[in-house]
């Protein structure tokens, strides 16, 4: 259809229409002059009928009369038969004249007066007769002859003239008025086809406007139909009537049958995948229940598609598929993105409490280790007990590398240096049945990182693939450059544009399911046996990844291997500040230090540490009291504080404030939550210290006296 079509569609509708419109005002002149026609004949017949009952009582009563007469003056019997019949057809008329008569006032009451007039005469008529047949011939031809003198007749021939008179009267009135009738009945047909012939052509103009007005959209529509990314299709009694470009590209190489007409059967035999499997039962469904149907099919070749089925007009149903293949794909990023960072946050948690317990347990082994008294009985346990707080301490470590808060010391790193190393350490560590080799690539960037834990991590990769590969195998270290532009499609949806230097680690090991590899990164989760890992070692990987700035993905089938890669930003810059040298233990001391800990078990077992290396102590449980000490002028050397602490007021808070109060003192901190304490550091004064937890009696003895001498 185009627009001259409709401009000429809209042109034989409107003629058509004329042209039935002038023959419903022909059919209705017609029917009117018909009715009209109709209407004066039964007025003709009704004043014909009054006319002849008129005529008729005079007639009947001048031949009572004639009889009456006949009777007396002849006095021949033969008279009175005429008479009394001419009596009984004038009773009769009357009737029947009173019943055509009572539609007018006027006419009705002539018919009155006639009435009495005529009845009138007819009882002169009987005593007439009467007085004849007693008194005798010549005083009834006397009474005869003083009825004549008044002449009754007259009266009665007077009203039936007037009568005739009025009927004719109105008879002319009625045909003038049907004639007038008439008249404006064609007056009102024509200017009702007039106005009727106007709003036919303006409704054919607002028609074909309309019509020209809806082509366009239906252009608009379809485009835009086309353009979505949905595949749509719309029946009407199970065959195809509308559809877009997506649905013939959804066909494939049956895309012929989008026709007009096709069967909903035929589609379901010709859609190569799954998608059209059920086309017919699942709109016939949503035409009984009325409501739309969802569902999601997965093809042969892996896409996954969001099916809808829906019945918005009775008859209609319409089909709309959509590849939801990189939704579901992002949504389940989200989704394992999410659940990491809640698991990185519980485990930051543990992992603060567990330092402040390891704290706890390895300043007071060291101060029973220097006890003599205990050695002989206790020193194997004490020991033993120093060995597994380190254990536990290397295991807040990897919490905290999941949790991304573990500290790092990062550096201008080049991998093709740092790399030929490690390799020569993995092959050491997983034995010779493992087959070996790095690729590490041309013109590799620099990037920044922490050495000792980049090593660890790829050093935990190799573990789990010596793991997975019982019968040997070969492990793969490739290394190579990777520019992500606006035009490039990211290995991850939350990867931004820039330069990333990619580590591949790849195994020829058993490889994991879809279900493993989603949990792959969570923290204690381990397929290995009892006693053969804690399910850290790709936590700490994942965390560590993060911490850095990079991002990491890994792919793994059954029987097929694991590849696992991550991204780490380029470094523009040649080298970083270098780290501030490590102290030397120093002596004890004997200054005042205000312990300022939340945790009561650990503050106890800080203030008789430091009791034991010689310093007087304060300390208090939340910064508010610490501020209350300070406040009341007691001496203070040094503040030794916990940068988070309960309460209103943090570490941070109380060293500004302490400050300000007394601006010679000394503040060292201690964290168990390495990430936010350096955070937290980097809006306070460079120069104060900070000791992250769990430390031992030697760690803290050396950090106070570097903060004393500071």
């Given at each position: 259809?185009?627009?001259?079509?409709?401009?000429?569609?809209?042109?034989?509708?409107?003629?058509?229409?004329?042209?039935?419109?002038?023959?419903?005002?022909?059919?209705?002149?017609?029917?009117?002059?018909?009715?009209?026609?109709?209407?004066?004949?039964?007025?003709?017949?009704?004043?014909?009928?009054?006319?002849?009952?008129?005529?008729?009582?005079?007639?009947?009563?001048?031949?009572?009369?004639?009889?009456?007469?006949?009777?007396?003056?002849?006095?021949?019997?033969?008279?009175?038969?005429?008479?009394?019949?001419?009596?009984?057809?004038?009773?009769?008329?009357?009737?029947?004249?009173?019943?055509?008569?009572?539609?007018?006032?006027?006419?009705?009451?002539?018919?009155?007066?006639?009435?009495?007039?005529?009845?009138?005469?007819?009882?002169?008529?009987?005593?007439?007769?009467?007085?004849?047949?007693?008194?005798?011939?010549?005083?009834?031809?006397?009474?005869?002859?003083?009825?004549?003198?008044?002449?009754?007749?007259?009266?009665?021939?007077?009203?039936?003239?007037?009568?005739?008179?009025?009927?004719?009267?109105?008879?002319?009135?009625?045909?003038?008025?049907?004639?007038?009738?008439?008249?404006?009945?064609?007056?009102?047909?024509?200017?009702?086809?007039?106005?009727?012939?106007?709003?036919?052509?303006?409704?054919?103009?607002?028609?074909?406007?309309?019509?020209?007005?809806?082509?366009?959209?239906?252009?608009?529509?379809?485009?835009?139909?086309?353009?979505?990314?949905?595949?749509?299709?719309?029946?009407?009694?199970?065959?195809?009537?509308?559809?877009?470009?997506?649905?013939?590209?959804?066909?494939?190489?049956k895309g012929s049958l989008?026709?007009?007409?096709?069967?909903?059967?035929?589609?379901?035999?010709?859609?190569?995948?799954?998608?059209?499997?059920?086309?017919?039962?699942?709109?016939?469904?949503?035409?009984?229940?009325?409501?739309?149907?969802?569902?999601?099919?997965?093809?042969?070749?892996?896409?996954?598609?969001?099916?809808?089925?829906?019945?918005?007009?009775?008859?209609?149903?319409?089909?709309?598929?959509?590849?939801?293949?990189?939704?579901?794909?992002?949504?389940?990023?989200?989704?394992?993105?999410?659940?990491?960072?809640?698991?990185?946050?519980?485990?930051?948690?543990?992992?603060?409490?567990?330092?402040?317990?390891?704290?706890?347990?390895?300043?007071?082994?060291?101060?029973?280790?220097?006890?003599?008294?205990?050695?002989?009985?206790?020193?194997?346990?004490?020991?033993?007990?120093?060995?597994?707080?380190?254990?536990?301490?290397?295991?807040?470590?990897?919490l905290l590398a999941y949790?991304?808060?573990?500290?790092?010391?990062?550096?201008?790193?080049?991998?093709?240096?740092?790399?030929?190393?490690?390799?020569?350490?993995?092959?050491?560590?997983?034995?010779?049945?493992v087959e070996v080799r790095?690729?590490?690539?041309?013109?590799?960037?620099?990037?920044?990182?922490?050495?000792?834990?980049?090593?660890?991590?790829?050093?935990?990769?190799?573990?789990?693939?010596?793991?997975?590969?019982?019968?040997?195998?070969?492990?793969?270290?490739?290394?190579?450059?990777?520019?992500?532009?606006?035009?490039?499609?990211?290995?991850?949806?939350?990867?931004?544009?820039?330069?990333?230097?990619?580590?591949?680690?790849?195994?020829?090991?058993?490889?994991?399911?879809?279900?493993?590899?989603?949990?792959?990164?969570?923290?204690?989760?381990?397929?290995?046996?009892?006693?053969?890992?804690?399910?850290?070692?790709?936590?700490?990987?994942?965390?560590?990844?993060?911490?850095?700035?990079?991002?990491?993905?890994?792919?793994?089938?059954?029987?097929?291997?694991?590849?696992?890669?991550?991204?780490?930003?380029?470094?523009?810059?040649?080298?970083?500040?270098?780290?501030?040298?490590?102290?030397?233990?120093?002596?004890?001391?004997?200054?005042?230090?205000?312990?300022?800990?939340?945790?009561?078990?650990?503050?106890?077992?800080?203030?008789?540490?430091?009791?034991?290396?010689?310093?007087?102590?304060?300390?208090?449980?939340?910064?508010?009291?610490?501020?209350?000490?300070?406040?009341?002028?007691?001496?203070?050397?040094?503040?030794?504080?916990?940068?988070?602490?309960?309460?209103?007021?943090?570490?941070?808070?109380?060293?500004?404030?302490?400050?300000?109060?007394?601006?010679?003192?000394?503040?060292?901190?201690?964290?168990?939550?390495?990430?936010?304490?350096?955070?937290?550091?980097?809006?306070?004064?460079?120069?104060?210290?900070?000791?992250?937890?769990?430390?031992?009696?030697?760690?803290?003895?050396?950090?106070?006296?570097?903060?004393?001498?500071?």
């Amino acid at each position: 259809m185009n627009e001259k079509l409709v401009r000429r569609g809209a042109g034989l509708a409107i003629g058509v229409a004329a042209v039935m419109l002038l023959l419903a005002l022909g059919d209705r002149i017609l029917r009117v002059n018909s009715q009209q026609m109709e209407v004066n004949r039964s007025y003709l017949f009704h004043t014909i009928d009054v006319l002849g009952a008129a005529r008729s009582v005079g007639i009947s009563v001048r031949d009572a009369e004639i009889g009456r007469r006949g009777y007396i003056f002849a006095e021949d019997r033969s008279y009175v038969g005429p008479y009394l019949k001419s009596a009984d057809t004038v009773r009769s008329d009357l009737a029947n004249l009173v019943s055509l008569t009572m539609g007018d006032a006027i006419e009705n009451q002539l018919v009155a007066q006639l009435r009495t007039a005529v009845m009138r005469q007819l009882a002169s008529v009987d005593g007439t007769v009467r007085l004849l047949d007693t008194l005798g011939a010549a005083e009834a031809q006397r009474v005869l002859r003083a009825d004549a003198l008044s002449d009754p007749m007259s009266e009665i021939r007077n009203l039936v003239d007037a009568i005739v008179a009025r009927e004719n009267q109105l008879f002319t009135n009625r045909v003038d008025q049907t004639a007038q009738a008439q008249r404006r009945a064609t007056i009102i047909a024509l200017v009702t086809f007039g106005g009727a012939l106007a709003i036919l052509l303006a409704s054919g103009a607002a028609l074909f406007f309309g019509w020209r007005r809806s082509y366009r959209m239906q252009r608009v529509l379809q485009a835009t139909v086309n353009g979505t990314s949905r595949a749509i299709a719309a029946f009407e009694k199970e065959r195809l009537v509308a559809w877009n470009k997506r649905f013939v590209e959804l066909l494939g190489k049956k895309g012929s049958l989008a026709a007009v007409g096709t069967s909903t059967r035929e589609l379901e035999t010709a859609e190569s995948g799954t998608l059209l499997a059920d086309l017919t039962a699942q709109l016939n469904r949503a035409h009984k229940y009325r409501r739309p149907i969802a569902s999601e099919r997965t093809r042969p070749d892996g896409k996954i598609y969001e099916l809808l089925y829906s019945a918005p007009h009775d008859g209609i149903a319409v089909f709309s598929a959509f590849d939801a293949t990189e939704k579901r794909q992002s949504e389940r990023f989200l989704q394992n993105a999410q659940k990491m960072d809640a698991l990185g946050q519980m485990t930051g948690g543990i992992a603060h409490d567990f330092n402040n317990l390891l704290t706890v347990m390895l300043m007071n082994l060291d101060v029973m280790q220097e006890d003599p008294a205990l050695q002989p009985r206790f020193g194997r346990r004490m020991e033993l007990m120093s060995a597994a707080a380190q254990k536990g301490t290397l295991l807040v470590q990897q919490l905290l590398a999941y949790a991304r808060k573990q500290p790092l010391e990062p550096e201008v790193v080049d991998l093709r240096e740092l790399v030929p190393g490690l390799v020569e350490l993995i092959k050491r560590t997983i034995g010779e049945d493992v087959e070996v080799r790095a690729d590490l690539g041309p013109d590799l960037w620099m990037t920044i990182l922490d050495p000792a834990q980049f090593e660890s991590t790829v050093l935990n990769l190799a573990l789990n693939a010596r793991d997975a590969m019982p019968e040997g195998g070969k492990f793969t270290l490739e290394l190579a450059n990777l520019t992500i532009g606006e035009a490039s499609v990211a290995p991850q949806a939350d990867m931004a544009t820039g330069d990333y230097v990619v580590i591949t680690v790849m195994d020829t090991g058993c490889g994991m399911s879809a279900e493993v590899m989603a949990r792959a990164f969570e923290p204690f989760f381990t397929t290995k046996g009892n006693g053969r890992g804690n399910g850290l070692g790709l936590s700490m990987v994942y965390g560590f990844v993060k911490q850095t700035g990079g991002h990491i993905e890994i792919d793994s089938e059954p029987g097929r291997g694991t590849t696992v890669k991550f991204y780490l930003p380029r470094c523009q810059e040649n080298n970083l500040a270098a780290a501030s040298p490590t102290p030397t233990p120093t002596p004890k001391g004997d200054e005042t230090i205000l312990v300022v800990e939340d945790d009561d078990r650990l503050r106890a077992t800080m203030v008789s540490t430091l009791n034991t290396l010689g310093y007087e102590t304060l300390q208090a449980s939340d910064g508010q009291s610490a501020l209350h000490v300070l406040e009341n002028g007691t001496r203070v050397d040094l503040l030794f504080t916990d940068m988070i602490l309960s309460g209103p007021i943090d570490g941070r808070k109380l060293a500004d404030a302490a400050r300000e109060l007394r601006p010679e003192i000394k503040i060292l901190y201690t964290s168990g939550y390495a990430e936010r304490a350096e955070q937290l550091c980097a809006q306070s004064d460079p120069a104060i210290g900070l000791l992250n937890k769990p430390y031992c009696v030697e760690e803290l003895a050396t950090e106070l006296k570097r903060a004393l001498a500071s």
